[in-house]
């Protein structure tokens, strides 16, 4: 049992009595789950989604830390780490956990009102902008290739070792966990004369061997040996390691940068996103599937997935007739989570201090330029919920795409409902591929005649009338200039909240 700790402040202790019941329970819970890991032999970096599944309880975050850390053993995560991901409603930032309310409360009022926030006007987007050649080349650059973008899961790198690659937007990355349990990403490419270094899509390595020359590279990108050095002749291991990309860990997600030269900070092209994403705990999922579909121009593949105007039109086959197609969007810097009043009926028939994760966190939400993120803790897959977390990637040229579904399941993998996640993905398939992406081909076609000069973005497509605003300004904007722009991010890049009946 916990001694009380008199040098924590006295709202704090008050807070402490409040959950007092609660954190017998946690010590015992925590107690439990390092017995078990040191049962099971994992290792550290297994430790912390097995904690955050272990010790979600409300309030947690408020307790003094340093009372409970004797109880780790040294080299584990630490209790607030473990905390801060198992408890993702209390345990991240007062402010932003304030946003949450602020967004469920507002959209509670707009589902008792009958309304939605809407833009200040339609907006059109020059239909060239989705087939002309060079403007295409422009946002792979200017977009893909210096913004970070979510690749990867930590998830999918427990242990030192575990590794992926992939191809993104013609860069072949290839992503590890090294030896002090840092992720690193490079451009899987040899020093030597550039064959891919790791050729598996994804596995667990001591050091990534060139198949070509056997060249070896250690997990964090150093050049470790030179076959038949004596006779090759001089070169310098210490400045001819892999070519690393800037990369970074946040809300379970690794973010990795294309351009090795590129300035931009996550945080700051986060513009505070990354907290929200933390209250989705994908530190309390695994993966349980992926698949990839081939999809028209990422743009056209993009616009779908902001938009809940087509659900219950386009979708009507497979979701049936009942989806909401009046949603409201809130934006963080060119991100933006798409949520529906319509979902809200049950929020309104709580108070406030019963709102659960599910209740605060319902909706899309995307990641600029190219992810979308649906499902949850209530979602489909079967067992505890799931999500699809939806990356598109520009293809070969204008009209092509690619899509990888990830499907990140809530509990351990034994505890999944397989059926359940092979019936989720059936599903998408029929709808992503079957309605979304058939339909996005004839759009494709259609935009490419000419015929018309503009698309329209009407008041209720906010999401979609900011990402062409993003996108047009980052186009435009020289490398130098990029942080700037994140730093005061301008008035047109922002959403109105402009409440209107929706009838
Ligand atoms: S290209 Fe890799 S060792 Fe030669
Ligand atoms: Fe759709």
Redesign the pocket.
């Known amino acids: 049992m916990l001694k009380s700790d008199t040098s924590v402040d006295p709202q704090t202790h008050a807070l402490m009595g409040r959950f007092f019941c609660e954190q017998c329970d946690t010590v015992r819970r925590l107690q439990k789950a390092f017995n078990d890991l040191e049962r099971s032999g994992k290792s550290r970096l297994a430790d912390p989604a097995r904690m955050a599944g272990l010790l979600a309880i409300p309030g947690a975050d408020v307790w003094p830390y340093e009372g409970i850390s004797g109880l780790i053993p040294p080299g584990q995560v630490s209790y607030k780490s473990a905390i801060a991901m198992a408890n993702p409603i209390k345990g991240s930032s007062n402010m932003s956990r304030q946003q949450l309310i602020d967004i469920t409360r507002r959209e509670v009022e707009n589902f008792q009102d009958n309304r939605i926030d809407l833009m200040p006007d339609v907006m059109k987007v020059p239909t060239a902008d989705y087939y002309d050649q060079e403007r295409w080349e422009l946002e792979v650059e200017r977009i893909f290739k210096r913004v970070p973008l979510a690749l990867a899961f930590s998830c999918e790198f427990p242990e030192v070792g575990d590794f992926r690659t992939m191809e993104v937007a013609g860069v072949p990355v290839l992503i590890a966990r090294d030896e002090r349990g840092d992720i690193g990403a490079f451009v899987n490419m040899c020093s030597h004369r550039g064959n891919y270094v790791a050729d598996e899509a994804s596995g667990n390595k001591n050091s990534f061997r060139c198949n070509y020359h056997a060249w070896n590279f250690g997990l964090n990108g150093d050049l470790i040996s030179v076959f038949d050095e004596d006779n090759f002749g001089d070169v310098d291991k210490s400045c001819n390691g892999l070519t690393r990309l800037p990369t970074a860990e946040r809300a379970g997600i690794v973010w990795v940068t294309l351009n090795p030269k590129s300035t931009l900070d996550v945080d700051l092209f986060l513009s505070g996103y990354g907290e929200m994403l933390e209250y989705l705990a994908f530190d309390e999922t695994h993966l349980a599937g992926r698949q990839e579909l081939e999809g028209p121009n990422w743009k056209v593949a993009y616009d ?2 902001r ?1 809940f105007y ?2 219950p039109i ?2 009507r086959p497979s979701f049936g007739p009942d989806g909401s197609h009046q949603p409201d969007y809130y934006a963080w810097g060119p991100h933006v989570r798409v949520t529906a009043p319509q979902n809200y009926a049950e929020q309104a028939n709580k108070t406030e201090d019963e709102w659960d994760i599910a209740d605060l966190t319902p909706g899309v939400w995307t990641i600029f330029p190219n992810v979308s993120i649906a499902g949850g803790r209530r979602g489909r897959g079967g067992g505890q919920g799931s999500y699809m977390f939806s990356q598109m990637f520009p293809g070969a040229k204008p009209g092509e795409s690619l899509t990888t579904q990830n499907f990140l399941a809530f509990g351990a993998p034994d505890e999944v409902d397989e059926q359940g996640i092979k019936d989720y993905m059936s599903l998408m398939v029929d ?2 591929e079957g ?2 992406y058939f339909t996005g081909f004839r759009v494709q076609k259609a935009l490419k005649t000419g015929a018309k000069q503009f698309s329209m973005f009407g008041r209720n497509e906010g999401g979609g009338q900011l990402f062409h605003k993003w996108v047009d300004t980052l186009i435009a904007t020289e490398d130098e200039d990029l942080p700037a722009l994140f730093e005061n991010i301008p008035a047109e890049l922002a959403l109105p909240r402009q409440p209107k009946s929706a009838g």
Do not use: N, P, Q
């Open positions: 779908g997935y938009d087509h659900v386009l979708h709808v992503v309605e979304d």
